[in-house]
């Protein structure tokens, strides 16, 4: 990693097309997340009835959240799958409305179905966690949709990434399994515009892992896609030395703002409200 004394590699955010609309390019998209979920591993099932989900919704579209990232089935470790019809009951209600009211929904799932009927009710991105491994038909879906596709690294499933996974070079193993799919994908017609990528922090990565990812964004600049980072409330945070104890939001925050300064187009967040405080005074400084 870099020392206080030394600059910091960056690169730039890039524009991103989803669904007919142009997203970010200037700055730092915030996608804030609503789980609609009895089990995510931070939200603990605050949000799992309809009312409840779209109450946070609006209250994170109306702290700043550029897109909604709506999921109906836990990725924490160790978690089980959820059938596709109680997936699709969780969260299609909650997309079209989300969708009715103007806010840029995004689909978090691994199911075909489940991506092909939220993008019916309005939603312009899917965000798979297995970057379309998982269902080899979700492959077929964004092009019709002219939808924007997240593309996740993850080793294994959410029930086994983190039994004692290894890599010889987190950075490089990662970039070149996501410059595989977006060949995949581009030679299936989606340009790469549309196309973000995702390191998949703590989807199969050890703790030390997880910190290079998030110093070496360059690497994956070059792919030539948004660049997308989840990190917010996540447990590698408390496995850092001195912060045990942490409930996780100030360091969450920071290293938003770490990944803004490299480069970072968009960031998947919890806490909309204090991250746009904290990158609005960046934006500040900079505009000096």
């Known amino acids: 990693?870099?020392?206080?004394?030394?600059?910091?590699?960056?690169?730039?955010?890039?524009?991103?097309?989803?669904?007919?609309?142009?997203?970010?390019?200037?700055?730092?998209?915030?996608?804030?997340?609503?789980?609609?979920?009895?089990?995510?591993?931070?939200?603990?099932?605050?949000?799992?009835?309809?009312?409840?989900?779209?109450?946070?919704?609006?209250?994170?579209?109306?702290?700043?959240?550029?897109?909604?990232?709506?999921?109906?089935?836990?990725?924490?470790?160790?978690?089980?799958?959820?059938?596709?019809?109680?997936?699709?009951?969780?969260?299609?209600?909650?997309?079209?409305?989300?969708a009715k009211r103007g806010a840029a929904v995004s689909i978090d799932t691994v199911?075909?179905?489940?991506?092909?009927?939220?993008?019916?009710?309005?939603?312009?991105?899917?965000?798979?966690?297995s970057a379309m491994t998982f269902d080899p038909m979700m492959l077929e879906v964004p092009q019709a949709f002219g939808a924007g596709v997240v593309l996740n690294h993850i080793r294994g499933k959410p029930q086994d990434m983190q039994k004692n996974p290894v890599y010889a070079d987190a950075v490089g193993e990662v970039r070149a399994f996501l410059l595989e799919r977006i060949q995949t994908l581009a030679a299936l017609g989606l340009s790469k515009d549309h196309i973000a990528v995702d390191p998949g922090i703590g989807f199969g990565k050890r703790v030390e892992d997880n910190y290079r990812l998030i110093a070496s964004l360059e690497a994956f600049d070059s792919l030539g896609c948004p660049i997308l980072l989840g990190m917010s409330r996540k447990s590698f945070i408390g496995k850092t030395p001195g912060l045990e104890n942490s409930d996780r939001l100030i360091p969450s925050v920071a290293l938003a703002v770490f990944a803004a300064l490299k480069g970072a187009s968009i960031l998947r967040v919890h806490d909309v409200k204090e991250t746009r405080e904290a990158l609005r005074i960046i934006e500040a400084v900079r505009g000096l």
């Open 1 to 98: 990693m870099n020392s206080w004394g030394q600059p910091l590699p960056t690169c730039k955010p890039r524009p991103w097309r989803a669904g007919g609309r142009l997203l970010g390019g200037d700055r730092p998209l915030l996608m804030g997340i609503v789980n609609v979920t009895p089990d995510s591993f931070f939200d603990g099932g605050r949000y799992a009835t309809f009312d409840a989900a779209l109450a946070h919704a609006d209250k994170l579209h109306a702290e700043g959240a550029d897109i909604l990232d709506v999921g109906g089935e836990s990725t924490r470790p160790s978690a089980q799958p959820v059938p596709q019809e109680e997936e699709l009951r969780r969260v299609i209600p909650l997309v079209r409305e989300l």
């Open 111 to 129: 199911k075909s179905s489940v991506a092909r009927a939220a993008l019916d009710a309005g939603a312009v991105i899917v965000n798979d966690i």
